[in-house]
């Protein structure tokens, strides 16, 4: 009579929930690998300083017209930037094998989408605070309320930019992929957002559409501050919805992120 031994199954990598250790550990390292390739950090950095910069003389003969449209793409600019590098920059830690080694360790998909999330965040930080100082005291936009609303906008847009990046960079197989993305997520929200006519003259279908989109409240809150001294009840609200939909993003990109990009 033979004995039959059965092997007991391979444990898979214990997992937990949300480590602030492993969170931060994952932000230092993408922060040191970003530190090693400038272009990315000139074009988070510089590139919506320099759209900024133009854009002002562009409308030389029309300073009226930089007033008007300045604040809503000081904050549409950093979420563009930041979409394009996080897209790319998680999609190749993906390709690399690098994603698949860190998930193989003790290390949750929520710790490595809050780590990217909190590098990146640092990155939009220092972003959106040189946009707005440029604007506001080198390009000379013109704003009723506080700077410093306009900068929690700018900021909340660049970190809704950074969520979006990380969220579609699941669905992309390569770089090129990637970029393709913006058409789709990025070019609807600016067309309907209410940037180049306000929202409740586009057709009712258009208008419920945009309703959905986060930048369409971006540009509302720019747009408080441009007209309004004090924190209004309309900013509060199109602030939370900005934050809050960053948020609901970032859980969809932790919900499906995979290990590698077949």
Request: some cysteine; charged content about 10%.
């Given at each position: 009579?033979?004995?039959?031994?059965?092997?007991?199954?391979?444990?898979?990598?214990?997992?937990?929930?949300?480590?602030?250790?492993?969170?931060?550990?994952?932000?230092?390292?993408?922060?040191r690998q970003l530190r090693h390739d400038p272009r990315s950090i000139a074009l988070m950095i510089l590139?919506?300083?320099?759209?900024?910069?133009?854009?002002?003389?562009?409308?030389?003969?029309?300073?009226?017209?930089?007033?008007?449209?300045?604040?809503?793409?000081?904050?549409?600019?950093?979420?563009?930037?930041?979409?394009?590098?996080?897209?790319?920059?998680?999609?190749?830690?993906?390709?690399?094998?690098?994603?698949?080694?860190?998930?193989?360790?003790?290390?949750?998909?929520?710790?490595?989408?809050?780590?990217?999330?909190?590098?990146?965040?640092?990155?939009?930080?220092?972003?959106?605070?040189?946009?707005?100082?440029?604007?506001?005291?080198?390009?000379?936009?013109?704003?009723?309320?506080?700077?410093?609303?306009?900068?929690?906008?700018?900021?909340?847009?660049?970190?809704l930019g950074t969520a979006l990046g990380l969220f579609v960079s699941a669905f992309a197989s390569s770089?090129?992929?990637?970029?393709?993305?913006?058409?789709?997520?990025?070019?609807?929200?600016?067309?309907?957002?209410?940037?180049?006519?306000?929202?409740?003259?586009?057709?009712?279908?258009?208008?419920?559409?945009?309703?959905?989109?986060?930048?369409?409240?971006?540009?509302?809150?720019?747009?408080?501050?441009?007209?309004?001294?004090?924190?209004?009840?309309?900013?509060?609200?199109?602030?939370?919805?900005?934050?809050?939909?960053?948020l609901l993003v970032l859980g969809l990109g932790a919900a499906t992120l995979r290990r590698r990009t077949?």
């Amino acid at each position: 009579m033979s004995t039959t031994t059965t092997t007991p199954p391979i444990p898979a990598a214990p997992t937990s929930p949300l480590n602030a250790s492993r969170t931060l550990a994952t932000a230092a390292r993408v922060l040191r690998q970003l530190r090693h390739d400038p272009r990315s950090i000139a074009l988070m950095i510089l590139v919506p300083c320099v759209m900024l910069f133009l854009l002002r003389y562009v409308f030389d003969g029309s300073p009226q017209t930089f007033d008007n449209i300045g604040a809503s793409l000081l904050g549409i600019f950093p979420l563009i930037t930041m979409f394009l590098v996080t897209s790319i920059a998680t999609l190749r830690e993906r390709t690399s094998g690098t994603l698949e080694r860190l998930l193989a360790m003790p290390l949750g998909k929520g710790d490595l989408i809050a780590g990217y999330a909190l590098a990146f965040g640092t990155l939009a930080i220092v972003q959106s605070t040189l946009a707005t100082a440029l604007a506001l005291w080198g390009l000379g936009l013109d704003v009723t309320g506080s700077p410093w609303l306009l900068l929690l906008v700018a900021l909340l847009d660049a970190l809704l930019g950074t969520a979006l990046g990380l969220f579609v960079s699941a669905f992309a197989s390569s770089e090129f992929q990637a970029v393709q993305f913006m058409p789709a997520v990025i070019f609807p929200q600016i067309l309907l957002c209410g940037l180049f006519t306000p929202r409740d003259n586009m057709h009712p279908v258009l208008e419920a559409i945009s309703d959905v989109l986060p930048m369409s409240y971006a540009v509302d809150g720019m747009n408080e501050v441009l007209k309004h001294t004090d924190m209004t009840a309309t900013f509060v609200r199109d602030a939370l919805i900005v934050a809050g939909c960053a948020l609901l993003v970032l859980g969809l990109g932790a919900a499906t992120l995979r290990r590698r990009t077949q």
